[in-house]
């Protein structure tokens, strides 16, 4: 697609439940990365995916959070057990793999946990 | 740790005028700077980018000046207008390494 794409736009679950987000990056993109926003605040790095390295996850706050991405293309962040704690914005990027350079982000999915 | 930091949080300024937006980074070692603009309820939208190798940069009505010797990043935004209001990121990667932010500076154009 033209832009990078992440669905649901929101999602509001019960505390206690897993839930799945999903990015879609631009095409050809090979470096993946996703990030969480809290109200007000900047945006804090998860998972970073480039081509068929392993990922980085250094970002991610808990075991709880998991991420794949399948074919080297769509990816799936998945949170576990959701707490109220883990309310925010989250938010996927891509970029070429060549090169410094060409991060464009999606709107994100607004998880909300009640 | 390294960090992206803002100077000032909130900026308000009028139709018409000049606006700075600055940015503090501890990290020499980046090589790759960014601005986002992010409107309410959408995603960071990339506005300017800067490589290390440079010190300044223009695009349309948005000039990025870097200064290595103190880590400071500024966006100035010029004519600024009401579709400029938004929230304004700096934030910077070393070799496409995951991008480190600030967390923002909120300008209000008033009219």
């Known amino acids: 697609g033209a832009g990078v794409s992440q669905s649901p736009s929101n999602k509001v679950t019960e505390k206690g439940k897993d839930v799945e987000l999903r990015c879609d990056p631009i095409s050809g993109h090979t470096a993946l990365y996703w990030y969480r926003q809290s109200l007000g605040q900047g945006l804090e790095f998860l998972i970073y995916f480039q081509g068929n390295s392993a990922p980085d996850k250094s970002g991610l706050p808990s075991d709880r959070f998991s991420a794949e991405r399948t074919g080297g293309s769509v990816s799936t962040l998945t949170i576990q057990r959701t707490q109220q704690e883990d309310s925010a914005v989250y938010l996927c990027a891509s970029r070429p793999g060549q090169g410094n350079y060409g991060y464009t982000f999606g709107s994100g999915t607004r998880l909300t946990v009640v | 740790g390294e960090s992206v930091g803002l100077h000032l949080p909130t900026l308000s300024v009028q139709e018409g005028d000049n606006s700075i937006i600055n940015c503090a980074y501890s990290?020499?070692?980046?090589?790759?700077f960014i601005w986002y603009k992010q409107e309410s309820g959408k995603g960071p939208q990339f506005i300017i980018d800067i490589r290390s190798n440079m010190d300044k940069r223009q695009g349309q009505r948005v000039t990025v000046l870097l200064n290595k010797t103190v880590k400071h990043l500024s966006l100035q935004i010029a004519a600024t207008q009401p579709g400029d209001s938004a929230v304004y990121f700096c934030?910077?990667?070393?070799?496409?390494?995951?991008?480190?932010f600030g967390k923002g500076t909120s300008l209000l154009v008033t009219p």
């Open positions: 990290n020499s070692a980046s090589d790759y």
């Open positions: 934030a910077e990667s070393l070799r496409g390494y995951a991008l480190n």
